[in-house]
């Protein structure tokens, strides 16, 4: 076996499914199984790696019967989708969750190369003085990002 983790393993299986379909249903426990781990470790996975900023819309039902189906979001337009990410930007941002919108602009080329490097330098906690507001300073910083590029799109 290779030198990943079983939380990249369990993703990279996902994400090869949801290649060749826009949603998929799983089990928890048939996951835990099939990987040979403990069913909070699908968890894990999918409540870190299949975010909304990331790309995957997340719906799950405990209990008997119980499933979690992933969809990957399907984009109608860019300014539609401008909108959607504006609306999961919290009042708060951690600089994880800005990198992964950063990833998903770039992504879908709203964004260039070097637009996503420097934008991500510039959410990087090494570039914002250390503040107990520093994870809102970054969120108001991706509203404006957010707004400047849909407000292009319609130019």
């Known amino acids: 076996m290779d030198n990943r983790n079983m939380s990249d393993i ?21 996951m835990a199984n099939l990987f040979n781990c403990v069913p909070s470790q699908i968890n894990y996975v999918i409540n870190t790696r299949f975010t909304v900023p990331k790309g995957y819309k997340v719906e799950s039902k405990r209990g008997g019967g119980g499933y979690i189906r992933i969809f ?3 984009l109608l337009s860019s300014s539609d989708y401008l909108q959607n990410l504006t609306e999961i930007v919290e009042s708060k941002l951690s600089e994880s969750e800005a990198e992964a919108v950063l990833e998903q602009l770039h992504g879908n080329h709203l964004i260039t190369d070097r637009e996503f490097r420097l934008l991500v330098s510039l959410f990087d906690s090494k570039s914002l ?19 400047r590029l849909a407000y292009e799109e319609l130019e």
């Open 10 to 30: 369990i993703e990279s299986y996902l994400k090869e499914i949801l290649e060749t379909t826009n949603k998929i249903e799983i089990r928890r426990s048939e």
């Open 129 to 147: 003085l250390p503040s107990e507001n520093v994870s809102a300073l970054r969120s108001q910083m991706m509203l404006s990002l957010l707004e």
């Open 72 to 74: 990957k979001i399907n």
